[in-house]
T-cell receptor, first 112, second 109 residues
Framework: NAGVTQTPKFQVLKTGQSMTLQCAQD?????MSWYRQDPGMGLRLIHY???????DQGEVPNGYNVSRSTTEDFPLRLLSAAPSQTSVYFC???????????FGPGTRLTVT | GDSVTQMEGPVTLSEEAFLTINCTYT??????LFWYVQYPGEGLQLLLK?????DKGSNKGFEATYRKETTSFHLEKGSVQVSDSAVYFC????????FGDGTTLTVKP
């Protein structure tokens, strides 16, 4: 079991560039979420999914898109990167809406 | 909306000291409550959880009790070790997830 995997581990973008952060899980979890972690601010929910084909916005969705075509994968797209999106991004999955989440190792993104 | 308030850090203790990290929450309904731990450069890992009032979660010497009357889920450990140095997050789930801001614990030998 690989658990939750994320790629890349590090990424540097220029302002205005787009990219996709990949997330995959092999635990057959229905629920998947994307968070960003900024110093002193804990984790903030960007988008989440309750199953294949179903996504919804979290607390800070602006500038990000998601889709969920399979149970395993939940990519996060940055449409036009801005310096304010410099952060560490974590993907997480769980069986259900009240269960513990399993986190990936994170992607450290810097936008210059 | 839901919210989690965690004791502000950082917290510095000597080895074998008693640890308490306070966590209070505001939520509609009856959420599950969690403590996660994050080591440098890694993702969050579940430390313990409780799913209903008066439940006690425990793991690796850490404990927390789901107190509905005081809307609290304080983390305690009787004797901390250097290896417990990490960032600790209190969180709730009742649908969406809400995390506290994290408390950095440093344990000195």
């Amino acid at each position: 079991n690989a658990g939750v995997t994320q790629t890349p581990k590090f990424q540097v973008l220029k302002t205005g560039q787009s990219m996709t952060l990949q997330c995959a899980q092999d635990m057959n979890h229905e629920y998947m979420s994307w968070y960003r972690q900024d110093p002193g601010m804990g984790l903030r929910l960007i988008h989440y999914s309750v199953g294949a084909g179903i996504t919804d916005q979290g607390e800070v969705p602006n500038g990000y898109n998601v889709s969920r075509s399979t149970t395993e994968d939940f990519p996060l797209r940055l449409l036009s990167a801005a310096p304010s999106q410099t952060s560490v991004y974590f993907c997480a999955s769980s069986y259900g809406p009240r269960d513990e989440q399993y986190f990936g190792p994170g992607t450290r993104l810097t936008v210059t | 909306g839901d919210s989690v308030t965690q004791m502000e850090g950082p917290v510095t203790l000597s080895e074998e000291a008693f640890l308490t990290i306070n966590c209070t929450y505001t939520a509609t309904g009856y959420p599950s409550l969690f403590w996660y731990v994050q080591y440098p450069g890694e993702g969050l890992q579940l430390l313990l959880k409780a799913t209903k009032a008066d439940d006690k979660g425990s793991n690796k010497g850490f404990e927390a009790t789901y107190r509905k009357e005081t809307t609290s889920f304080h983390l305690e450990k009787g004797s901390v070790q250097v290896s417990d140095s990490a960032v600790y997050f209190c969180a709730l789930r009742g649908g969406k997830s809400t995390f506290g801001d994290g408390t950095t614990l440093t344990v000195k030998p």
